[in-house]
């Protein structure tokens, strides 16, 4: 998703701009934890309790619970005014990148959007983002410059304030957040899906022990880094350093920890799900393709460390660092 990044030359250019290529596609497919077996269905399973195959995705979760109810109050609102006109709900997305999670929303699970905002740093991922969305005949778009640090005013007000693991990337939380709730209407509802673990991604200490742990059981081939053709095999654990994930994005989790704390603890929550992401994330970064083979075992070790997890987030041993939220518009700015 969109990035801050304070040291481009260019003011309209962020490290998600890659995102685009066909090629980073492909590595993604091989280097990115959600890619490994089973991976998809145990995040999503985590929210709605159910699988894919049974309609168990967030976003349909999401429709279901949360946007299909807005909906309705608004058209029965209109029929008791004898407006009777077909209701429209307005979303504003934040740090929508190209906007391809949006579509999805709209056109394959079918979120009754027919007024869109999408904000954005990179101007390459706005005209992406633009170019997606005048495909969508019944959608009024527009899209935005966006800066988490400098948020512009928007003097409209959305039914639905979305976030796709986009404001961890937020530095001056501070003034973000009221902004973020200036966008929202008195009875609309912010949802998100966003990383809170440790700020610059670094792990807790209680979760290190787990995750070096697990690691040494873990056979020779699942320990190959396939970033680069050597695949070499890292044989102890191991994590980059505050420094290694500045250097790489300097908005990369810069306040992931405070976001936790200050986004809970100043809106009303009405829901907080996990979606895990604690230990799985770093067992299988750069690493998921090697659970990718017709061999039956690596499949049933992707779904093992999977249960794993699962059972110490649920069993409070560890903090989930990905969470689906819903939170309501808050009075405290």
Not at 59 to 75: D, E, R, T
Not at 204 to 228: A, N, S, V
Not at 235 to 248: N, W, Y
Not at 292 to 320: A, P
Request: glycine residues 4%.
């Amino acid at each position: 998703m969109g990035l801050f990044n304070s040291n481009k030359s260019n003011p309209n250019q962020t490290a998600t701009r890659h995102t685009l290529s066909e090629d980073w596609k492909q590595l993604m497919n091989k280097i990115d934890w959600m890619a490994a077996p089973g991976m998809a269905n145990y995040v999503n399973g985590l929210v709605s309790k159910k699988d894919l195959s049974s309609e168990g995705h967030w976003a349909q979760y999401a429709l279901n619970k949360y946007i299909l109810p807005i909906h309705k109050k608004k058209s029965n609102e209109s029929k008791k005014k004898l407006f009777n006109k077909k209701v429209k709900l307005s979303m504003l997305s934040l740090a929508c990148g190209s906007a391809h999670i949006d579509e999805s929303l709209i056109k394959e699970f079918n979120w009754p959007i027919t007024d869109f905002m999408g904000l954005e740093y990179d101007s390459e991922l706005i005209k992406a983002g633009k170019e997606k969305f005048n495909k969508l005949s019944n959608v009024k778009s527009e899209f935005q410059f966006f800066d988490f640090n400098n948020p512009p005013s928007i003097n409209k007000k959305y039914d639905i304030v979305f976030c796709c693991h986009s404001i961890h990337h937020a530095t001056d939380l501070e003034k973000f957040l009221p902004s973020m709730n200036s966008y929202l209407s008195d009875d609309g509802i912010i949802i998100g899906i966003d990383f809170f673990g440790p700020t610059r991604f670094q792990i807790e200490y209680e979760t290190q022990k787990y995750l070096y742990e697990i690691y040494d059981l873990l056979p020779d081939h699942f320990k190959r880094d396939l970033r680069t053709e050597k695949m070499k095999v890292t044989k102890e654990f191991d994590f980059d350093s505050i420094k290694a994930v500045r250097d790489a994005d300097i908005s990369e989790s810069v306040r992931s920890s405070d976001l936790r704390t200050l986004l809970f603890s100043n809106f009303p929550v009405v829901e907080i799900l996990p979606m895990g992401g604690t230990i799985l994330r770093w067992l299988m970064q750069y690493r998921a393709g090697n659970y990718l083979h017709d061999n039956s075992d690596h499949v049933l070790i992707s779904k093992l460390l999977q249960i794993i997890e699962r059972e110490l987030i649920f069993s409070n041993k560890i903090k989930s660092d990905d969470l689906f939220f819903v939170l309501k518009k808050s009075t405290r700015f």
